[in-house]
């Protein structure tokens, strides 16, 4: 059965960085297609960020696209997103999703992952 760790979050004042990790177990990690979603206060969860198993693609929501990072590391079963400029609305808590069988036109669906995280709070302060 895969499993799937958040850590890495916290409270960082706006303009500063965090690193999200998802410690990946139970499977092979990299035939997976790995994802980020987000959800904040009152909203309904979104999607972040998400990159095709090993030397795929990677894809971004618009609203982080230039300050958020998304990679792994498959030595380590771990997948990473590198937010940097922080602002208060990027304030939510983080989802790491994992997925066998996506296809690049479903990867920002949530439907098209099959496990996940239990997340980790970011909270950003103006």
């Known amino acids: 059965q895969v499993q799937l760790v958040e850590s890495g979050g916290g409270l960082v004042q706006a303009g500063g960085s965090l690193t999200l990790s998802c410690r990946f177990s139970?499977?092979?990690?990299?035939?997976?297609?790995m994802g980020w979603f987000r959800q904040a206060p009152g909203k309904e969860r979104e999607f972040v960020a998400a990159?095709?198993?090993?030397?795929?693609?990677?894809h971004y929501a618009d609203a982080v696209k230039g300050r958020f990072t998304i990679s792994r590391d498959n030595t380590k079963n771990t997948q990473y997103l590198r937010m940097n400029g922080l602002k208060p609305e990027d304030t939510a808590i983080y989802y790491c999703?994992?997925?066998?069988?996506?296809?690049?036109?479903?990867?920002?669906?949530?439907?098209?992952?099959?496990?996940w995280g239990q997340g980790t709070q970011v909270t950003v302060s103006s």
């Open positions: 999703a994992a997925g066998s069988r996506l296809i690049t036109s479903s990867i920002r669906l949530q439907n098209a992952y099959d496990y």
């Open positions: 139970g499977s092979t990690f990299r035939r997976y297609a």
């Open positions: 990159d095709k198993p090993s030397g795929g693609s990677t």
